[in-house]
């Protein structure tokens, strides 16, 4: 979109980040440490920003030994082409990637190959070791910020080191980026059109605008056009709806991996399936009797698609020797009998019970095949071949190990339980070179413009876990560094005169000054016997509470002034785990399944207000 830099602008910024998730927050605090005055925008309200980083597992793809390393992402890679200056930039960023931790985020990095008696290290040395047929496999690893996953202790880093530098950086929530401008004669990046409150602002970007506004997967019409498929569910942020990649195009650049995305469940990319418009479960572990005994997945037409007990390769699977993620079904579901059904609630060790919630129990198999939407005659033959492996034990279909295969038991009943493909992230977005520029279809810089993180990821056809954060990491820190780099100042051509540049930043532009931040400290009010607690063990944000207790200190309100848990599971221990605290007069109280994380915050702020109220007390 073109705009003379002549015009006047609502703000001018030295850098603007589009989209605040691992990538912009990297880029931001790197622009900012290097002097320049940084703008980030993201679509999400506070408490949802952060992309897919904020649901990501929070381990990062490192390894010890370089070499290693080159050889496992160019196998990885195979066989798509990649820019070999930017995939060596990369893996040199793998290989740093302990220290990268260390030195700037201030952790001491938790590498799993140093803790192989670790149950976390343990619980994900198959991602560690995605590909293990692959070379280079052999050293490659995952590093922390702790020893833990799945908890956003990654995106807490990140998101505090803006935070830590508000004096540089203004941050704008529900403020989703709408263009790009460029100069229309040499075609430099100049700054955005962003909407804030409903109204249109245009921001000056003296030095350069990064791109970090993740994938598609919230766009169905993209997820259709470039994906192929119309039955998706996204696994991650809600607000990845491809502004990005629409303004890609709207300043020509070229762009590559549009087909390429990654899935995740407890099969190849399966969750159960959950309601209309809300995130499908991320799920880090399997469920070891989920895989086996007298369990099948069926798609569409009734029929098995895959091997139920295959390794979990970021919803891929073998297909003639290349690794593919698999058209995605309709109407998928996990059926079984009985005996398994018995099993399966008995599980002691389940990590997933609320899956049997969802279970619909029949009676017989042509009840189930009507539930499911699929002739009854071809599932009666599917059951019938199943049986017939299991007995001989061996699956001529797909392989299935022998000894996870048990025969369904023809009386009935049966149960089925819905799932849908996960769809953890899209890769597709404008080409990048090793120094983050955008490049047009030619191959020419797009001068001023960045991209980095899942918007023209590197990752294509076969993806280990921890790739995406760690391309966050390396190429956000990059990008903060580029854009920060003072530009000379275009100014717009006369009759007399060619387009000439100054070295002044405000050259041809109205200094507009900045738009202030949406993050700052909040006030609480507190009465008699009432104290304020916080914790940020959640998956949002802060969660903030007020404690009212008696004389006693018993606890007589738990109050929550602050939350931005999700709206299922988190959101459920938000308003039910207050009422059992006071009811007990306890934080000994048991976690809301499926949501240990929003649990843990909420008993934590409740304890942190309580420690206040025994130190007034004593």
């Known amino acids: 979109m073109f705009k003379s830099v002549n015009s006047n602008w609502d703000a001018t910024y030295d850098v603007v980040v589009l989209g605040f998730g691992g990538a912009g927050a990297t880029a931001a605090r790197f622009a900012a440490d290097n002097g320049a005055k940084v703008l980030i925008v993201d679509s999400a309200p506070e408490g949802h920003e952060g992309g897919n980083t904020r649901y990501a597992g929070q381990v990062i793809s490192t390894g010890s030994n370089l070499q290693d390393l080159r050889d496992y992402y160019d196998d990885l890679a195979d066989p798509l082409h990649y820019d070999k200056d930017l995939m060596e930039t990369y893996v040199q960023g793998l290989y740093d990637m302990p220290n990268f931790l260390k030195k700037y985020l201030g952790v001491k990095p938790f590498v799993m190959a140093d803790h192989p008696d670790s149950d976390v290290s343990k619980a994900l040395w198959f991602m560690r070791h995605e590909y293990p047929e692959l070379r280079g496999q052999g050293t490659h690893d995952l590093v922390a910020v702790h020893e833990g996953v799945a908890d956003s202790a990654l ?3 990140l998101r505090q080191q803006v935070l830590d530098r508000a004096d540089s950086i203004d941050v704008l929530y529900e403020t989703p980026a709408e263009h790009i401008f460029q100069d229309p004669y040499i075609k430099s990046v100049i700054g955005v059109e962003i909407k804030r409150d409903g109204k249109l602002l245009n921001v000056k970007a003296n030095n350069g605008v990064v791109m970090a506004t993740g994938g598609f997967e919230n766009n169905p019409e993209m997820v259709e056009n470039y994906l192929g498929e119309t039955s998706l569910n996204p696994i991650g942020s809600l607000y990845n709806k491809g502004a990005g990649v629409k303004m890609a195009e709207d300043v020509g650049a070229k762009l590559y991996n549009m087909a390429n995305y990654e899935s995740y469940g407890i099969f190849h990319g399966l969750t159960p399936k959950p309601e209309s418009g809300q995130r499908s479960q991320f799920l880090p572990f399997d469920w070891p009797a989920f895989h086996q005994g007298s369990l099948m997945v ?9 091997d139920e007990n295959e390794m979990h390769r970021h919803g891929h699977i073998q297909n003639h020797g290349q690794w593919r993620i698999p058209n995605a079904q309709i109407h998928p579901y996990v059926i079984f009998d009985e005996k398994k059904y018995d099993e399966l609630v008995n599980d002691t060790e389940a990590p997933y019970p609320e899956f049997m919630k969802q279970v619909i129990k029949v009676d017989t198999l042509k009840a189930l095949s009507k539930v499911m ?26 392989h299935r190990d022998g000894d996870t295969l048990t025969p369904f038991n023809s009386d009935g009943p049966y149960y089925a339980l819905p799932m849908v493909q996960g769809l953890l992230n899209t890769q597709g977005g404008p080409v990048h070179n090793k120094k983050t520029e955008v490049l047009d279809p030619d191959g020419n810089v797009i001068p001023h413009l960045y991209a980095v993180g899942e918007l023209g990821s590197l990752m294509g056809r076969k993806y280990n876990g921890g790739s995406n954060l760690a391309e ?61 607690g916080k914790s940020t063990a959640g998956m949002g ?39 059992e605290i006071v009811a007990k007069n306890s934080v000994d109280v048991d976690s809301i399944s499926g949501a240990s994380a929003s649990s843990k915050a909420v008993k934590e702020a409740v304890s942190n207000a309580l420690k206040q109220a025994n130190e007034v007390t004593e």
């Open 155 to 157: 995106w807490k880093n």
């Open 298 to 306: 069926v798609g569409d037409d009734g029929t098995r698609y895959f």
């Open 373 to 398: 939407g699929v002739s009854n005659k071809v599932l009666k033959n599917t059951i019938k071949d199943f049986n017939r492996f299991a007995k001989k034990g061996y699956d001529a279909a797909f």
């Open 472 to 532: 966050d990491l390396v190429f956000g820190k990059i990008a903060g560094e580029e854009a920060a780099k003072v530009k000379a100042q275009v100014v717009e051509p006369t009759s007399q005169t060619d387009a000439t540049a100054s070295a002044s930043k405000s050259a041809g532009t109205t200094n507009a000054g900045g738009l202030g931040s949406d993050t700052g400290d909040e006030k609480f009010e507190t009465g008699k016997n009432q104290f304020i």
């Open 541 to 579: 944000n802060e969660v903030v509470v007020r404690v009212t207790v008696d004389d006693d200190q018993n606890i007589k309100d738990v109050e929550v002034l602050k939350e931005s848990e999700s709206e299922d599971y988190g959101l459920k221990a938000i308003k039910e785990l207050p009422k």
